[in-house]
Each structure stands twice: as structure tokens, then as C-alpha cells.
């Protein structure tokens, strides 16, 4: 008799990125058996407004988890349920029989910049963020339905519903108009301690609940509409799982769910993320916080500026980013007296402040690009930092970090994390974290995981970075510098939006 293959089962989860959807096949032990990708458009026609083709990012989700389905079958790996994440604080308007009325805002979107501006000034912008753990800033769809009361009442009196995106391509696939808590965390409209819709933010936001989907667990298991399920080639009645955002799945992709374990991903951005089980923000307002699910929730920052400072230098310098890089990294740390705001897309965490500048202190005559470079790397590890401090306000103890990214394939960025937060960062594979995480949180709505928490014995990180105990000191050392900078030029109105 031949070789018989055994089956595997597998959980396609479906990543609604920024710029593309990817499909995952995940088995229940984490691993990832087939990964399918497609693009698309983010339209930014208008300045401040950063928008999707809501039925462009649906007939892309298709394909892709077509192709992913006849991936599957030819490497015999059975489909047991789908999954959805994807980019969170998206805002997308429907008519009454729940199709678009028009283009779907991300969280790149900044049309909303004056509504958060003046919300964040107010005692009540202050009382929103921690009754609904979303930071007041354009990135949220609060502000963005401000901007519509005030900017489009025509408009807005038509809208059936407000969605995210996920929730507009999961109605779709089941028929459910639902949005699970995990992504509700980062409207703004949420009462994160009563998972319920927070009235008062409603009343900013000049809506009632009705125009919102139905609030569900993420380990809600809803049903594969027949016409779909043919389309795709899968079972009818399929479990669909509803799934969550991208940040909070992240840390289930890389395994930092256990107490003590920080996630931190570093690309064009950043964000640094701490598991606990139960919600609230730090008393300073620094800090977001969202469910991931299973009575878990993560609390942390992102922040705007993360790989792409080392960008925007190599193509100001005009040399390969590669390049730059290795010789930042031969640059001591200090950068010989020079430190950076590098706040060249403005800034998230900790400041939740859309308008500050990158700005260059002690520059002088013999500092060239390499020590620039290496200013701006080490500005943005004080700014992650900064989050771990802010982390830790909320009474949260980190002792490792999970670190994963594109930036980490640079030695330099790996060196100067692990030195700013004084940690050792354990690089796991960058290898779809948020996928996996969905994945993961499928598995455990199916019955097959008995906790998330599970999630640190099925990831393993293959490298550890061990900061430099003398590079961790002189960035300790200099850390005030940083704060005390920021809110110098804030007084002095050096940044000017």
C-alpha cells in the first residue's frame, strides 16, 4: 500500500490589512500551512482623508480565501472554520438595507483632527477615554462621527449603520450584522467595564445604538451563508468566528499572553502591548485598552514613528536604507551628544498628539547621517519606552518581551529596543502574528484550546537579544530629556500641525 497523507484541519483567518487582505491557514498547533495575499487601494485623494473601497477589500477577501481554499484541499488540509481580524478603528456609513453609502475610513484618516482636538481639551474627552479605553485622537472613528454631525448632517441622516470594515465583510459572509468587543474597544463608543455602548459617547458622537451592529463576544461562532460557502467551495454553515483586532491578536500570534510578557512590533510603526484580564487605562490617559477576548485584554500604545524614520533618512541622504543602518549601528549609543523627537508622522502613544514635529537636539558640525540615523532609532525606542512606563502605571509587571517586525531584521533596531526598555527581547518569526493570533482565538471558540492563554506554550521565539547594560543606563539616564523636550516646544508652539 502507498503513503497515505494524513489530514490536517485547518482555521483560515482572514487579515483585513491597511494596503491587503491575507489569508492564513493555521493548524491548532499554531502552525501556518499555506499564507495567500492580495492588495488594494487606500485612496487618499483629499488631504487628511485615507479611505478603502468597501467592495474592493470584500471581492479581494474572496479571492484570496478562494485561492487559500484550493490551496488547502491540494495539500490535504480540511477547513474547519474561518476567522476574521484586521486593521482596527476603521468607520464605514451603510443605507438602510446595510450597503455603503460610501468609502470606508481608516484609522490613517485624519479629517477628524480639530473634533479630537477640542474633545481632548475637555474634562469629558479625558472621562471618554478611560470608560472606553480608545485614546481621544483622529485616528478614532469617535472624533470621525464628530466631523459627519457637524461637517455632513445631510449625509449623516441617511446612514443606516455605522460598521467597521470587518464587521461590513463578516455581514456579508453571514449574514450577521455584528461587531465583537474587541474591535468595539477601539471606537470610542464602548464602555469597555460594562461591554455595553457607552451613552455618553454615543450623545458626542450625535447617534443612537440602533445605528450601531449588535455587540458579540470575539469567540462568537456565527454560520457560512450558503451562497458564499458554494462560491468558496466550503460547507454551508461553516463556523465563522468573529474574531478581533489586529494590536490585541498580535500578542496571541507571538505567545505573549502569560503575566510579565509585553508584545512589541516595530514596522513602518510600532506598538507595544501588555496582556491582563480586566480592562482600564493609566490615570495619565497614556495608555489604550482593548479586548482581545476570553475575558482577556491588552493595555498598551502605538506609535506613529517606527521604521520608517530609518526611511526617511536613507532616501534624505540618498544612500540604501541597509546601508544606514549598519552604520548607525557602529555609532555609539548617544549618537555623540545628539537626541531626537522623531516625530515625523506626528505621534500616538504616550502624547495622543497629532501635531508635533521631529526635532534634532545638540546637532552639530561633525554629526553626519550615521549619527542622525542613530539619533532617530534611539528616539524612537525612548518613545516605546515611554509606553512601557506608562504600562506599567496601571500596576502591570514586564519582564520579557516579545518582539516581532520588519525593522528587526536591522541588528541596530533589535540592540537599541532591547537597551531602551532595558529587557530582553525574545524575536519571534515574523510570520503573520496577527493571522495566528486569530487563528488561535478560533481554535479556542471551537472547543479546541481550553484558554487563550495557551498561546505562550505553542509560539517559541527563535532568537534573544540581551540589552547592553551600559547602553540601557545612558538611555535611562536621558529618557526625562525626552518628555521635558516635548512639552517644551508644545508651551513654546514650536510644532505648528
Request: with cysteine; charged share 20%; net charge negative.
Amino acid at each position: 500500500m502507498g503513503n497515505v497523507r494524513r489530514m490536517t484541519d485547518v482555521v483560515l483567518a482572514v487579515d483585513l490589512g491597511t494596503t491587503a487582505t491575507k489569508v492564513v491557514a493555521v493548524s491548532r498547533q499554531a502552525e501556518v500551512l499555506t499564507l495567500t495575499e492580495h492588495g488594494y487601494q487606500l485612496r487618499t485623494d483629499r488631504p487628511g482623508q485615507a479611505v478603502h473601497d468597501p467592495e474592493q477589500v470584500l471581492a479581494v477577501a474572496l479571492r484570496a480565501l478562494a485561492e487559500a481554499v484550493t490551496t488547502c484541499a491540494a495539500r490535504n488540509a480540511r477547513v474547519v472554520g474561518l476567522v476574521l481580524t484586521g486593521a482596527m478603528h476603521t468607520l464605514l456609513p451603510l443605507d438602510a438595507e446595510d450597503n455603503p453609502l460610501g468609502g470606508s475610513l481608516s484609522w490613517a484618516d485624519n479629517r477628524a483632527t480639530a473634533q479630537a482636538a477640542r474633545l481632548r481639551a475637555s474634562d469629558q474627552g479625558t472621562r471618554l477615554h478611560r470608560a472606553t479605553g480608545t485614546p481621544v485622537h483622529p485616528f478614532a472613528p469617535l472624533p470621525k462621527l464628530m466631523w459627519f454631525a457637524e461637517q455632513e448632517p445631510e449625509f449623516t441622516r441617511r446612514v443606516g449603520h455605522w460598521v467597521g470594515l470587518k464587521d461590513f465583510v463578516l455581514h456579508r459572509l453571514t449574514g450577521r450584522l455584528v461587531t465583537e468587543h474587541s474591535n468595539a474597544s477601539g471606537i470610542g463608543l464602548m464602555d469597555i467595564h460594562r461591554l455595553a455602548w457607552h451613552p455618553d459617547a454615543l450623545a458626542v458622537a450625535g447617534i443612537t445604538e440602533d445605528r450601531l451592529p449588535e455587540l458579540v463576544a470575539p469567540t462568537t461562532v456565527l454560520a457560512l451563508a450558503a451562497p458564499v460557502a458554494a462560491a468558496l467551495g466550503l460547507p454551508a454553515g461553516l463556523p465563522v468566528v468573529a474574531g478581533g483586532g489586529d494590536g490585541p491578536l498580535a500578542n496571541l500570534g507571538v505567545g505573549a499572553v502569560l503575566p510579565g510578557m509585553a508584545a512589541l512590533s516595530m514596522g513602518t510603526s510600532g506598538a507595544l502591548r501588555v496582556v491582563r484580564d480586566h480592562p482600564g487605562v493609566d490615570e495619565r490617559g497614556r495608555t489604550f485598552c482593548y479586548a482581545v477576548g476570553d475575558g482577556l485584554w491588552v493595555v498598551g500604545g502605538a506609535v506613529s514613528n517606527g521604521g520608517v524614520v530609518a526611511q526617511w533618512a536613507a532616501d534624505t541622504f540618498g544612500v540604501p536604507v541597509a546601508d544606514l543602518l549598519a552604520e548607525a549601528d557602529r555609532v555609539p549609543t548617544g549618537a555623540g551628544g545628539l537626541f531626537a523627537l522623531p516625530y515625523l508622522l506626528g505621534e500616538r502613544a504616550p502624547w495622543w498628539d497629532p501635531d508635533p514635529r521631529a526635532v534634532l537636539v545638540g546637532l552639530r558640525r561633525e554629526q553626519g547621517r550615521a549619527q542622525i540615523t542613530r539619533a532617530l532609532i534611539e528616539g524612537v525606542g525612548q518613545q516605546i519606552a515611554l509606553v512601557l512606563d506608562a504600562v506599567r502605571a496601571t500596576g502591570l509587571d514586564v519582564r520579557s518581551v516579545r518582539a516581532t517586525g520588519g525593522a528587526f531584521r536591522s541588528p541596530v533596531w533589535a540592540k537599541v529596543l532591547a537597551a531602551a526598555l532595558d529587557q530582553r527581547l525574545e524575536l519571534a518569526e515574523d510570520s503573520e502574528g496577527s493571522g495566528v493570533g486569530a487563528a488561535l482565538l478560533a481554535w479556542r471558540a471551537l472547543g479546541e484550546l481550553s484558554s487563550l492563554r495557551q498561546a505562550a506554550d505553542l509560539v517559541v521565539p527563535t532568537e534573544v537579544i540581551t540589552p547592553d547594560a551600559e547602553a540601557a543606563a545612558h538611555l535611562a539616564k536621558t529618557r526625562p530629556l525626552v518628555e521635558r523636550a516635548y512639552h517644551a516646544l508644545s508651551d513654546l508652539a514650536v510644532h505648528t500641525g
